[in-house]
C-alpha cells in the first residue's frame, strides 16, 4: 500500500491481488480491503487529485496524449474502447510492443505460467505500457517496468512450487485429477465463485502433475533456464543498456568547475539540459530534456554536447546553434565541455518552428506527453509556441536520465 503512494497507477495493480487474497489465500475480509481501498485511491487520484493540479492538461493528466488515438479525452476513450474492444489489441500489430511482451514472457525464465494467477497483478501495467505511444514504455527498459517486475518474480516462485508440488502428489500417488462433490462442498465455501476457483485450481495442479518431468530433476532444469532466459533478455535489449550505461559512464575531470558553472542558475528559473546535465538540475520545477522544443522557452540551457545521448546527439546540437544563431540566448560560462545559455529576450518566431532533424529525434522518441503553462502575467514567457502544443509537448521533469 505504500507504494500506491508514490504514483497514481500502483493501486491498480492492488485489485486483482485483493482478488487473489480473497479467493487463492482464503482471506476473504483482508482481500476485499486491500480490493477497495485500492479502488478507492485509483478513484481518487485520477478523478480529484490529478485535475485539481494540472486543471490544463486533458483529461486532467499530463500524460493522456500517449493515449490519445483511443480518444481526444479519456471520457471519448470510454465509449471507443467499449464500442470497438479490438482497438485494444491493435498495437500488438507493431513488433517492438510484441517483443516487449516477449521480453516480459522471459522474465523469471516465464514460470509465471504454472502460477498464471498472481500475474494478473501486472496485467494493468503491461496494459498501460502496450498502449502508450510513448516508445521507452514499451522497451523492456526504464522504470516503466518497476511496478511489473515484482509480480512475475513472485508468479515465478509460486508456480515453481506449484509445478514440484504437483508432481511430487503425482508420484507418491496422490490424487489430483478427481475431486468429488462432497469433498468441494466440504473443503470450499458455498459460494458458487469459490467453489468454481477452486476447481479450476485442482484442474490446473493436475495439469502440472502431468507434465513428463521427475521432481528431482525440477531444480536443476529450472536453474539451467533462468540462466538461459536472463542471457536471452539481455542480448535482446543489450544495445540500450549498452548505450544507457555509456553515456556519462567515464569520469568527468572539471566535475567541481561544472557544478559551479550549474550553480549560477537561479532556483526559479526555468532549464533546458542534455541528459547527462539533466540530473544535475533535476529539484528545479521546470526542467525540459533536450532536444524537447520546450527547450526553447527555458531561461536558462546547460548543454554538454560530447557526452550527450547518442540517440539524441545531432538534434541537441542543431538546437545549440539554433538557440546561439537567433540573438535569443548567449554563453555566459564555461567549464570543460558544458555551455551555460542564457535566455536575453523573448523568442522571435523562427526560433518556435522546429527542424526536421529535431522533428526526427522526437519522433523516434515518442515524446509525447502533456505540457505546464505559468499562469497570470507570465503566461506569454513560458507560452508553448503552437506546434508543440498537444501530442508534441513533453513535460518538466520526464524522460530517462542516468
Request: charged share 15%; hydrophobic share 45%.
Amino acid at each position: 500500500m505504500l507504494a500506491a503512494l508514490c504514483k497514481e497507477e500502483v493501486a491498480l495493480s492492488l485489485i486483482p491481488l485483493g482478488l487473489f487474497i480473497a479467493f487463492r489465500q482464503r482471506h476473504p475480509r483482508l482481500g476485499a480491503a486491500v480490493s477497495l481501498l485500492s479502488l478507492t485511491w485509483v478513484a481518487l487520484c485520477f478523478l480529484v487529485i490529478l485535475p485539481h493540479f494540472n486543471d490544463h492538461a486533458t483529461g486532467g493528466s499530463l500524460f493522456w496524449p500517449r493515449y490519445a488515438w483511443l480518444g481526444s479525452s479519456p471520457g471519448t476513450a470510454l465509449p471507443n474502447v467499449l464500442t470497438h474492444p479490438w482497438l485494444l489489441f491493435s498495437p500488438l500489430q507493431n513488433p517492438a510492443r510484441r517483443d516487449y511482451l516477449a521480453v516480459l514472457l522471459r522474465t523469471g525464465g516465464g514460470l509465471g505460467l504454472f502460477a498464471p494467477a498472481v500475474w494478473l497483478s501486472a496485467l494493468p501495467d503491461v496494459v498501460i505500457n502496450v498502449l502508450s505511444t510513448h516508445k521507452e514504455q514499451y522497451s523492456g527498459f526504464y522504470q516503466y517496468n518497476a511496478v511489473i517486475l515484482p509480480y512475475l518474480m513472485a508468479a515465478a516462485i509460486s508456480g515453481t512450487a506449484a509445478f514440484c508440488h504437483a508432481r511430487r502428489r503425482t508420484e507418491s500417488g496422490g490424487r489430483t485429477a478427481v475431486v468429488s462433490q462432497d469433498d468441494a462442498r466440504r473443503i470450499t465455501p458455498s459460494s458458487r465463485a469459490r467453489r468454481v476457483l477452486w476447481s479450476v485450481s485442482v484442474r490446473w495442479e493436475a495439469a502440472l502433475g502431468r507434465l513428463p518431468i521427475r521432481s528431482q530433476w525440477i531444480a536443476p532444469l529450472i536453474i539451467v533456464w533462468l540462466i538461459a532466459s536472463a542471457a536471452w533478455n539481455i542480448a535482446a535489449t543489450g544495445p540500450l543498456v549498452l548505450a544507457f550505461w555509456e553515456t556519462g559512464g567515464h569520469p568527468t575531470p572539471k566535475q567541481a568547475q561544472i557544478n559551479a558553472l550549474l550553480a549560477n542558475v537561479p532556483p526559479r528559473a526555468s532549464v533546458a539540459a542534455t541528459d547527462t546535465l539533466n540530473p544535475h538540475l533535476s529539484d528545479r520545477y521546470m526542467l525540459y530534456l533536450m532536444p524537447d522544443p520546450q527547450s526553447y522557452t527555458a531561461d536558462y540551457v546547460a548543454i554538454d554536447l560530447a557526452d550527450a545521448a547518442p540517440t539524441s546527439q545531432p538534434a541537441d546540437e542543431e538546437m545549440y546553434w539554433m538557440m546561439l544563431t537567433s540573438g535569443s540566448y548567449s554563453i555566459i560560462g564555461r567549464a570543460g565541455n558544458v555551455m551555460l545559455l542564457e535566455r536575453s529576450n523573448l523568442l522571435p518566431p523562427a526560433l518556435r518552428v522546429t527542424t526536421p532533424g529535431i522533428e526526427q529525434i522526437l519522433e523516434e522518441r515518442q515524446m509525447v506527453t502533456g505540457y505546464r503553462a505559468a499562469p497570470g502575467p507570465q503566461l506569454h514567457e513560458h507560452a508553448l509556441p503552437e506546434h508543440v502544443q498537444g501530442n508534441d509537448a513533453f513535460t518538466a521533469h520526464e524522460g530517462k536520465t542516468t
